[in-house]
């Protein structure tokens, strides 16, 4: 019990690595933190053209850009995985993007496009991350670069009603902060500074908005807006062989150095604490450090279960409410702004189906079935196939 007690007090010194990289316990390769994986996203794509200026596509640059990218980094970095979101002028759903991302456990996620605006007089980067917006030129921007879902099939259920249109739907993606911040606004401060130092671009800075792309990735990410096609030197630029490769380099070149930053920030840390544990607890001869971390971090189980979502609404109702007689076993959670009431908890979706049955007979015919995961909501194709039911 002591021995759990003192590795409690140090874990927080692990938050942002995997305990099995902890020293000499395995081969030096696998002892290391390294960032193994990244994803490039090229903007838009298929039917969905992005920005359109002197005949020149956002999509083709972006995409351009992107392969340009990730072919200087399997060259030079050959221990990083490249994945592509796309690598031909195919539509990809923005929430497929994050899941391509997700699915790999990427380390970063970076995201190319092409900026645009109403004047030709603007011009220059810009680097954002996801987060809440500073002016209404940000919001403009997410608001642009969000429209994409409305070519999507289903996106008012994929996106629960979100309308890219509307500024207060943007601004409530924009309030789930990025868990990764730190290492976003890292990255972002890099491909800025080498657009300014070594491509010579007018650096417009490293901003935060709520892009819908970023919202739903689990890693760090940006998203990189290349320069103003509808500037017309800069759109010249951006539509030549040679400016696409200058910009591929600098966001390489930013990659790689935040690459060495993360890796020897996270195994600094990783060996002190390792040394700490080595240093003040007696392990017996049958364990290893390893074998320590291992069984305390371990998580429990995820909890998953199926409800009957039956009522969203703006304003908090009560549970009492005589509109929700005969609705048995009620709760409230809140998401995406609303207010939000379900019936039921059940193990599996059958048994949630048979329920919704219940609650549709009770005048909520727009009743549906919706997922928890340890208390939040997830998709329910997801909940399924973490369950198999």
């Not at 081969?27 to 002197?54: L, Q």
């Not at 994050?98 to 109403?118: K, P």
Request: hydrophobic share 40%; aromatic share 10%.
């Amino acid at each position: 019990m002591k021995r759990k007690i003192l590795f409690f007090g140090l874990l927080g010194v692990l938050f942002f690595f995997s305990a099995h990289h902890l020293k000499g316990q395995m081969a030096p390769d696998e002892n290391m933190y390294k960032v193994r994986t990244v994803v490039i996203d090229a903007g838009h794509g298929g039917k969905d053209p992005g920005a359109v200026s002197g005949g020149v596509l956002e999509k083709d640059i972006a995409l351009s850009i992107a392969l340009k990218t990730g072919a200087y980094i399997q060259e030079n970095l050959p221990d990083v995985k490249v994945i592509y979101t796309r690598k031909d002028d195919n539509f990809v759903e923005l929430h497929r993007r994050a899941g391509i991302a997700n699915e790999a456990q990427a380390d970063l996620f970076i995201s190319i496009h092409c900026n645009a605006n109403r004047s030709s007089k603007p011009y220059g980067t810009e680097t954002y991350v996801m987060g809440l917006h500073k002016s209404q030129a940000n919001l403009e921007v997410a608001k642009k670069e969000n429209a994409a879902i409305l070519l999507e099939e289903d996106y008012e259920s994929e996106y629960e009603g979100y309308d890219p249109n509307l500024p207060e739907n943007t601004i409530i993606f924009s309030l789930f902060q990025n868990a990764h911040l730190n290492q976003s606004l890292v990255m972002a401060s890099m491909v800025e500074d080498q657009f300014r130092e070594r491509v010579k671009r007018h650096d417009r800075g490293v901003k935060q908005a709520g892009f819908l792309v970023l919202y739903r990735t689990t890693m760090p990410g940006v998203l990189i807006e290349t320069g103003f096609l509808t500037n017309p030197a800069e759109r010249k630029f951006l539509n030549t062989e040679q400016g696409q490769a200058y910009i591929a380099s600098a966001i390489y070149r930013a990659f790689k150095n935040y690459k060495e930053i993360q890796e020897e920030e996270n195994n600094r840390v990783s060996d002190a604490f390792a040394e700490v544990v080595a240093e003040n607890i007696n392990i017996e001869d049958s364990e290893t450090i390893q074998e320590v971390v291992e069984e305390i971090l371990t998580p429990p189980a995820a909890e998953i279960y199926f409800s009957i979502q039956f009522l969203s609404s703006k304003h908090e109702k009560s549970l009492d409410a005589v509109e929700f007689r005969g609705i048995s076993d009620l709760r409230m959670y809140q998401h995406m702004g609303l207010y939000k009431y379900t019936s039921g908890e059940f193990a599996t979706f059958e048994q949630a189906q048979q329920h919704r049955n219940n609650v549709i007979a009770k005048g909520f015919k727009d009743a549906f079935v919706v997922a928890f995961r340890n208390g939040e909501r997830i998709k329910t194709s997801e909940a399924r196939a973490m369950t198999g039911r």
